[in-house]
């Protein structure tokens, strides 16, 4: 029989009280709680329950899961609750498998959903197709806990029929629907809200999460590696504390080697935010949201918890999940394990001519639509350009900062799809990646043709990863598992990430993510203007421009 006890100052988010305690564990449960007394050590530690990351595309990453894990744990988080849709999108129901199976193989409770958008639109080439069977398949599993963000919002306000049926098999299993509405306000907010969808975490304004909280939705606040949006809304967990939530949404492995959602609690508090009402978005209302198996130090419960230095920066000392110590003063005890590869990555290389854009002039003065990146944003802005044109062909004009960006289809030769891009910055070089969400082909943007061809290449070379070229150099971060992971350490794979960010930003990007920035230029469902392997996209109008 495994028993021990802990002491310390243990903080009770539910009565909203911090006192001195000792808690006995027993076979990964808490069997009792002793209140010791009402002074509080002048040094001493806290006890709370574990983090939740309420919505994470574990893919996004760069890890498998069980690396991820490794990560995760030191900034005392001990559960996700994670989409899996990128890996479906590339490999189906065999991809959502995977990454349950992973997840089972480390000391961690993910807690993944069905992919309600696979493919995300009909307006590019994905990897895979689920079905509303397919989807129903998945929620009928114990091991899936909820139908993951329903992106097709246009889908939900027309009452799609193939829509419709997979939320109906979520609300008749009990389960839990994820929302995914970027800007919908109003009566259109409240019919997808009606339609039994029940969280969004794509809110970028204050107003447009108040029309939705007022509506029954639960909101998530975002801050991942791309999309920030504490600063926006972070305000409302003042007034609305059962109905917010914490997520990262997309974190690349740097970020994620220095901290999660211990570091948005530290933000809160630092701005004045009730202490009790944080945690309740960090620690409690996903576990009663999506009834989760989490511990939230209550007796009976499985016995996940944190001991952290302070209530200002969280700063986690020991973390525990089923009364197993996983990580400790900021070593991680979760080993690596052997990872199997899935992929599904059928493109050959490319040659510079194609990626030349033929323009023929007629003489009068022309514009052309341009994709305005936002730092910190999935939304992109929609601006006229007048192009650079040489010899009857639209080129890159670094000194304007308008760059031709390109999505080539991995899953079979197709001809690339070309079109121009503000706000990357780079002056030499190019930069490529095969994590393009959701249907994950390659995207790609640069200076020169050649660059471009270079950049997608190493990709294809690597059958997927991220890549760099410029000023006679050239590096790549393989992600042979799906084109979207590594199955390596993920302190090396972070390691290796920062580099290639570094040499991104010395090529003169400008953007503080620019892989992550890249990855959702071809995101269709954001507004306002997107490329895919299909064409020039308006996210408004969702048609081709």
């Not at 109906?168 to 039994?196: C, M, T, W």
């Not at 029954?216 to 972070?234: C, H, Y």
């Not at 290639?500 to 995101?523: C, N, Q, R, V, Y």
């Amino acid at each position: 029989m495994n028993s021990f006890s802990i002491s310390g100052n243990l903080v009770d988010v539910q009565q909203k009280k911090i006192y001195e305690a000792e808690i006995k564990i027993e076979d990964g449960k808490i069997i009792s709680i002793q209140k010791s007394g009402d002074r509080l050590p002048a040094n001493g530690t806290y006890i709370l329950p574990g983090f939740i990351d309420a919505h994470v595309h574990i893919e996004s990453s760069m890890l498998v899961p069980s690396e991820f894990a490794k990560l995760a744990v030191v900034h005392g988080t001990v559960a996700t609750v994670s989409d899996p849709h990128e890996i479906a999108n590339v490999c189906g129901i065999e991809g959502v498998e995977f990454m349950i199976e992973n997840g089972k193989t480390v000391p961690f409770k993910f807690n993944f959903g069905a992919p309600s958008c696979v493919p995300a639109t009909t307006f590019e080439t994905a990897g895979a197709t689920l079905d509303s069977k397919d989807v129903e398949t998945l929620l009928k599993r114990n091991d899936i806990k909820y139908l993951s963000e329903m992106m097709n919002f246009p889908g939900v306000l027309n009452q799609d029929e193939g829509v419709m049926k997979k939320i109906s098999s979520a609300h008749k299993l009990n389960k839990p629907v994820d929302g995914h509405a970027p800007g919908l306000r109003g009566e259109q907010a409240k019919k997808y809200i009606n339609a039994g969808i029940t969280t969004d975490h794509e809110c970028f304004t204050k107003e447009e999460a108040l029309d939705k909280l007022n509506y029954g939705m639960k909101i998530i606040i975002r801050e991942g590696s791309a999309a920030k949006n504490f600063e926006a809304l972070i305000d409302l967990v003042h007034d609305y504390p059962d109905q917010m939530m914490f997520c990262s949404d997309d974190k690349h492995p740097d970020s994620l080697a220095v901290g999660h959602i211990n570091q948005l609690c530290a933000r809160a508090v630092a701005k004045g935010i009730d202490l009790f009402k944080v945690l309740q978005a960090a620690c409690v209302n996903p576990v009663l949201h999506y009834k989760l198996d989490v511990g939230l130090l209550r007796e009976g419960d499985p016995a996940d918890f944190i001991i952290v230095k302070d209530l200002e920066n969280f700063e986690a000392i020991k973390t525990f999940i089923n009364g197993k110590l996983v990580a400790e003063h900021g070593k991680s005890l979760i080993q690596s394990r052997q990872s199997h590869v899935i992929n599904n990555f059928s493109c050959t290389k490319k040659q510079p001519g194609d990626f030349a854009y033929p323009f023929t002039i007629d003489g009068s003065a022309i514009t052309i639509p341009v994709i305005e990146a936002l730092d910190g944003q999935l939304i992109t802005n929609k601006i006229s350009v007048s192009p650079a044109i040489i010899n009857n062909q639209l080129i890159s004009n670094p000194k304007d900062d308008i760059l031709k960006i390109v999505v080539v289809n991995r899953y079979q030769d197709a001809p690339v799809v070309k079109s121009f891009i503000k706000n990357f910055g780079l002056k030499v070089g190019a930069i490529a990646s095969s994590v393009a969400h959701d249907s994950h082909n390659i995207v790609a943007v640069g200076v020169d043709d050649k660059s471009i061809c270079d950049a997608v290449n190493i990709v294809i070379e690597k059958q997927g990863g991220v890549g760099a070229v410029g000023d006679e150099k050239e590096m790549v971060v393989a992600l042979p598992v799906a084109g979207l992971m590594s199955n390596e350490d993920g302190y090396k794979v972070a390691a290796a990430y920062t580099k290639i960010d570094a040499m991104a930003k010395e090529l003169g990007s400008t953007l503080s993510a620019p892989f992550m920035t890249l990855s959702f230029m071809a995101l269709l469902v954001i507004p306002h203007l997107k490329l895919s392997d299909k064409g020039l996209f308006d996210g408004d109008r969702f048609c081709f421009v």
